[in-house]
């Protein structure tokens, strides 16, 4: 799940991020509970899920829409 979450967090940096984002914190939660062996990629997995959600509300703050896009 550790990995799971670093790999959907780094992944929701580009796309999908307001769903990818609270899936890598959940993941990375419920691994870093279940006491997981990959202790840092559960950490940067929750990292990256927050930094999703930051870059969503900056860039749809930037546009004043509910949605952003690379194009503008």
Known sequence: ?????FVLGLLGLLVLNL????VAIVLASIALLR???????AVLGLGLGVADLVVLG??????NTVSWGLAG
Do not use: C, E, H, I
């Not at 769903?19 to 609270?22: A, D, E, K, V």
């Not at 006491?35 to 990629?41: Q, S, V, Y």
């Not at 900056?58 to 546009?63: A, I, K, Q, T």
């Open 1 to 5: 799940m550790a990995v799971a979450s």
């Open 35 to 41: 006491g997981t062996g990959r202790k840092g990629r």
């Open 58 to 63: 900056v860039l749809m703050s930037m546009d």
């Open 19 to 22: 769903f990818l984002g609270p």
